[in-house]
């Protein structure tokens, strides 16, 4: 079992920029960030391999977000940098067990992952 909590969302000016934190209550694999907008399916975001060497992002958010893991602290972030309006949506962290065989670039859907946080809402205004 992995628990995952998810802070630092909030309300932003468009250009702005914020950091999401997914804490692990123990060593996760492959670490997911979704969202999802009213309306609208989940859809991914990014993702970090079980070592953080391999990250995968959506075209949305490319050259904008950036995703990181602190091993020592069982966290992974999500640096999200210029945001628009369109990137307004309830954030979720998802979680897989440790598994070295695992590439992050074959889960990035939200049923590839287990584990999952309460979610956390980022608005920004236009």
């Known amino acids: 079992q992995v628990q995952l909590v998810e802070s630092g969302g909030g309300l932003v000016q468009a250009g702005g920029s914020l950091r999401l934190s997914c804490v692990c209550s123990?060593?996760?694999?492959?670490v997911g960030w979704f969202r999802q907008a009213p309306g609208k399916e989940r859809e991914f975001v990014a993702n970090i391999d079980w070592n953080g060497r391999s990250t995968n992002y959506a075209d949305s958010v490319k050259g904008r977000f950036t995703i990181s893991r602190d091993t020592a602290k069982n966290t992974v972030y999500l640096q999200m940098n210029s945001l628009k309006s369109e990137d307004t949506a309830v954030y979720f962290c998802a979680a897989q067990l440790p598994d070295v065989t695992v590439q992050a670039m074959c889960v990035m859907v939200p049923t590839d992952y287990d584990y999952w946080g309460q979610g956390t809402q980022v608005t920004v205004s236009s």
């Open positions: 123990r060593y996760a694999g492959t």
